[in-house]
């Protein structure tokens, strides 16, 4: 049997189940996604012979065990963060840094901004776990607009991660088709200038158009309620902490994660950074690192609330219960999209396209949406394109670096109940499947194509070849 038609097969029963399962039956989502990913493994094992059917609910539960461990401790330590850092009135604090220098009307763009910087050294899902207080606390502060919030940090980071090295994707696609000539330099030049204006259609411009049409009120999320935010909005900043402190463990897991980030990027440049290799792989590791910023963040939460130690201890077992929830649906949603992936639906869409007779850069693009949309990864839907592409090099007439930018924009494309991330933005952010498709998955779509444009653009007027 071609491997066509159960790859096709375990795609479309796989899309028809989880819709049915969360949308129609508006199952808890844990339970959805789980059950969603054993019906695809049973189709994967009744149509591909060597998937044996007694392995499937094993199968689902090391996928679901693989992404608990990227994702488990980051997102406890997460809920940690955003309790202590909205209880202590540290969020708060930052916030009205933010607005001291913009306007209430443009505090997206200070929301913006944040999220870009954030996202250039550190993985998309540890800068919304960092920006999610920023956001509701914005929210809470200024009465409305939580859309526009949701879009600006979404489009700002999501747009950084996929265009500017040295964040995985783009990273590991620039040494692929550079071909042993270093294009790092070109790409990260290219790259900002493609994920600027691109985060800005996205972001910012999307990000008002749906604010004026969606009202998306502050709900419980990481063990904050709406009610403890608007409390933090009413006090004077005299009895908030100070901006440093506040600031301190957004700081500290960003300088510990870009470290381990820079000296794993830069380490064959210059080769004395091998010595530090691997003491920044330590402190660099997200598990680490935003452990370290918890504790930052929980010891401001006890010094400005100043109660007994064992209703501290309690504050942060809360957090960790409703962080535990959202990491457990987050995994749940890796292990349907590692279902589908292991139907080899990106191969086939990967090979169906390679040969098709239109441009390179709008090729690329192509294949990279189709099996991002398919399985669920931006990281492999960009490095699966990048193998593909390579060895077509040589026929571009544009830089190489131009290639990299289309795969990651047709890498980021709709991110929906497959992709990990959009759970971890659902869940943190406080929204409804509804309102995360028509912020985040809406966000991540227009960002691609946008993204796309501006790469033809730009390689049309400058093809740096």
Known sequence: MSATLPALAALLIGVAVVVLLLVVWDLPAFVGLVISALVVGVV?????????????????????????????????????????????????????????????KNADFA???????????????????????????????????????????????????AFVP?????????????????????????????????????????????????????????????????????????????????????????????????????????????????????????NFALTVAAMVAALTYLRMD?????????????????GGNIAAITAAGGAFGAMLAASGIGMVIADALSGVGIGLLITAWLIAAIVRIAQGSATVAMITTGGIMAPLVPELTVHPAYLVMAIGAGGITTSWYNDSGFWIVKEIGGLTQMETLKTWTAVTSILSVAALVIVLIYSTILPLA
Do not use: C
Not at 131 to 159: C, H, K
Not at 224 to 252: R, Y
């Open 166 to 286: 040295p964040t995985p994707g783009p990273l590991a696609v620039a040494q692929e088709l550079g071909q042993g000539t270093s294009i790092l330099g070109t790409t990260i030049v290219i790259g900002l200038a493609v994920a600027i204006p691109s985060a800005l259609i996205a972001g910012v411009a999307y990000g008002r158009f749906i604010n004026t049409r969606i009202d998306i009120p502050l709900r419980e999320s990481m063990g904050t309620t709406a009610e403890d935010l608007e409390e933090q909005a009413k006090k004077s900043t005299e009895s908030l902490p100070g901006f440093f402190e506040s600031l301190l463990p957004i700081f500290v897991a960003v300088a510990f994660i870009a470290a381990g980030t820079f000296v794993t990027t830069f380490k064959d440049i210059y080769p004395s950074l091998a010595a530090v290799q691997p003491f920044t792989n330590f402190i660099g590791d997200a």
């Open 111 to 161: 929301l913006w901004g944040s999220s870009t910087i954030l996202a250039i050294p550190v993985f998309f899902d540890n800068v919304f776990y960092l920006m999610a207080p920023l956001a509701r606390s914005m929210r809470a502060r200024i009465g409305d607009n939580y859309a526009l919030y949701i879009a600006v940090v979404g489009g700002g980071g999501t747009a950084a991660h």
């Open 306 to 322: 100043d109660f007994p130690r064992q209703v501290w201890q309690d504050e942060l077992t809360e957090a960790l219960q409703n």
């Open 44 to 104: 994967n094992a009744a149509l591909l012979p060597d998937i044996a059917f007694g392995s499937i609910p094993g199968d689902v539960a090391t996928a679901f065990g693989n992404n608990m461990a990227g994702i488990g401790i980051p997102i406890l330590m997460a809920a940690i963060i955003g309790k202590s850092m909205t209880e202590s009135g540290a969020a708060n604090r930052v916030v009205r840094s933010f607005q001291s220098i913009v306007s209430d």
